[in-house]
């Protein structure tokens, strides 16, 4: 069974930088995306990157901004998140699957981590 344990949230200001990260158990051959959820709002895609080659998507709110990245040789993939704005306040949720089709959709993955809080103020 993969597990994913996601790190790297805090608070920050707007205008700030926050790098997440999430490491999987099992990560060969997995592409992995970033999900988001805010108080009494469904859980929204962020972004997504295929096991091989490393091919990218991201949500139109986060584009110019955000950045997914893998480190296959350490199991991990990583957010970087920069110029963050209050709007960006959530539950940041890692996930993975081995069929990129569904690529922003949650029903698009088979495994969840359990969830980093961001939160930024204005």
């Known amino acids: 069974q993969v597990q994913l344990v996601e790190s790297g949230g805090g608070l920050v200001q707007a205008g700030g930088s926050l790098r997440l990260s999430c490491v999987a158990r099992t990560f060969s051959m997995y592409h992995m995306g970033w999900f988001r959820q805010a108080p009494e709002k469904e859980r929204e895609f962020v972004a997504a990157?295929?096991?091989?080659?490393?091919?990218?998507r991201y949500a139109d709110s986060v584009k110019g901004r955000f950045t997914i990245s893998r480190d296959n040789a350490k199991n991990t993939v990583y957010l970087q998140m920069n110029n963050l704005k209050p709007d960006d306040t959530a539950v940041y949720y890692c996930?993975?699957?081995?069929?990129?089709?569904?690529?922003?959709?949650?029903?698009?993955?088979?495994?969840w981590g359990q969830g980093t809080q961001v939160t930024v103020t204005s």
């Open positions: 990157i295929t096991w091989h080659p490393d091919n990218t």
């Open positions: 996930a993975s699957t081995t069929k990129f089709t569904a690529w922003d959709l949650v029903s698009g993955y088979d495994y």
